[in-house]
């Protein structure tokens, strides 16, 4: 999968702000239909989507288009304008059963189906932010094969269970956790929550650094100061990548020798160690500080 450690949220109906997302150096850029958009401007924000998917270069970013709900009068408008610009991806909001990512998903194939067969694979993102959508995580997880990541919306969700938000957050931990965890337990992706005070940077890279160390692989963002401190969050430390080579290249010595755990600073290294020390340097490499060879070493 490809790296996304932030997640810039772009109005659709702001070519302005969408032209210096562009520009800014972030994982994925993820032009918005829903929240950012108000109802009288989903129009204008469909078809700016679509220039700005057929006309910009985005460079190295994902370009990702995040429709209106399922079940929404708008989402097949959103779906039938932005898909002909072939978006790297579908992020859809507010999903609470594994019937919408398949919806969805068959809207995709439909549009594909005709089409050039090397063109790359449409995938999808799916932000769980209700209780109930946190209740069906299995089945939202386990939808489709297009499914790459799961989004946690911590606001949206704080809102329906009438929870007061802190600067801890363990009024959404339990939910934050499961997303986290049902993330791991499909393969996909895990893209943490939003800090909503964007002036606040010292807070957000706290709070970045935090969902690093839980295990997310990226953090959404909705304000471009926001960029370099999450993905800086979520890049792996030169010192950590060197232990991790240095733990996956004894671990293959060992197995060699037919050892099976083994001490490293008198500390004992077995398939936990071994898993977590992988999955560093996949982020490394998802982040592009290794190639793929190392991961085969």
């Known amino acids: 999968m490809r790296p996304r450690r932030a997640l810039l949220y772009t109005p659709g109906d702001d070519r302005h702000k969408i032209r ?7 994982d994925c850029v993820c032009l918005d239909m829903e929240d950012g958009v108000a109802l009288t401007r989903k129009e204008t924000a469909r078809h700016n989507i679509l220039e700005a998917l057929t006309t910009l ?18 989402v097949e408008q959103d779906l039938a304008v932005v898909l002909p610009g072939y978006p790297d991806g579908i992020v859809v909001p507010k999903v609470e059963d594994g019937s919408q990512i398949g ?14 067969s090397d063109q790359p694979r449409i995938k999808i993102l799916a932000i769980v932010e209700t209780a109930r959508g946190i209740i069906r995580l299995d089945s939202i997880a ?4 297009r499914l790459e990541a799961l989004i946690f919306g911590a606001e949206d969700l704080a809102g329906e269970l009438g929870a007061q938000r802190t600067p801890e957050g363990w009024e959404i931990f339990y939910a934050r956790s499961a997303v986290l965890t049902y993330a791991a337990a499909y393969n996909l992706q895990a893209i943490d929550m939003v800090y909503i005070d964007f002036k606040d940077i010292e807070g957000l890279r706290k709070e970045a650094e935090q969902g690093a160390r839980l295990g997310f692989s990226g953090k959404q963002v909705i304000h471009p ?3 370099f401190p999450v993905q800086e969050a979520f890049t792996p430390a030169k010192e950590a990548i060197d ?6 290249r004894l671990f293959n010595q060992h197995q060699e020798s ?7 600073d008198g500390k004992m290294i077995d398939a936990p160690i071994i898993k977590a020390a992988k999955r560093i340097l996949e982020r490394a490499r998802a982040a592009g500080q290794i190639d793929d060879s190392v991961l085969k070493e």
Do not use: C, H, M, Y
């Open 57 to 74: 270069d985005f460079g190295s970013s994902e370009k990702l288009a995040r429709v209106n709900p399922v079940g929404s009068e708008l």
């Open 142 to 145: 386990g939808a489709s094969p």
């Open 258 to 264: 037919g050892i099976g755990a083994f001490a490293i």
């Open 20 to 26: 210096k997302a562009v520009t800014s150096g972030v």
């Open 225 to 227: 100061d926001q960029i």
């Open 243 to 248: 232990r991790a080579k240095e733990i996956i």
């Open 103 to 116: 919806w969805v998903s068959n809207i995709i194939d439909e549009f594909e189906a005709p089409r050039r």
